[in-house]
């Protein structure tokens, strides 16, 4: 597994890469239609997702990394190195994101440990992450792989309940 960060070109996402990740977002109408993050799930369209990933990339610190497998788009992570609360020390994963006909197969679990791994080698203590409070799956997920809960809150971006989550990296 590669993880690489998305880097626009001259302001712009590129083409081709920027239609691969609407396809991955595509596979995942079931999240979507959880978040409310799209007027139709079921119709996501390129420029929905580079409006997306504009917001993502317009916040201080935030990184969008591509996860790829033998050259496939499995997966796609927005971070953030240092949270938008002055008193929060920790780095967050704002979304997690693998090819819904790929779950179960590991991805998820790999890209999360990478992330981890960045931010540990960063020499952060620390990593958060906000799961909606409607989305069980996402949690058990999280919990899995040794997130605890924090608090409970509304998110940031549109004053859904979540679930914050923090997860202690230990030196190497």
């Given at each position: ?55 993502e990339l ?86 899995s ?28």
């Amino acid at each position: 597994m590669i993880l690489h960060p998305l880097v626009p070109v001259d302001g712009a996402l590129p083409g081709p890469v920027l239609t691969e990740i609407a396809a991955l977002y595509s596979t995942n109408h079931a999240f979507f239609e959880l978040s409310g993050d799209f007027p139709d799930p079921d119709r996501i369209t390129v420029e929905q997702v580079a409006a997306a990933l504009a917001g993502e990339l317009a916040h201080d610190s935030a990184e969008v990394l591509l996860a790829r497998s033998a050259g496939r788009l499995v997966g796609l992570a927005a971070t953030l190195a240092q949270a938008p609360a002055a008193d929060d020390p920790d780095p967050w994963i704002g979304l997690l994101l693998i090819d819904a006909t790929a779950h179960r197969e590991g991805y998820g679990r790999a890209v999360a440990t990478l992330i981890e791994d960045r931010f540990r080698t960063a020499g952060r203590a620390g990593v958060r992450i906000a799961v909606l409070d409607n989305n069980p799956t996402a949690l058990a997920f999280w919990q899995s792989q040794g997130y605890v809960e924090l608090r409970r809150a509304k998110d940031r971006e549109l004053g859904r309940d979540c679930t914050v989550l923090r997860k202690p990296l230990e030196a190497p």
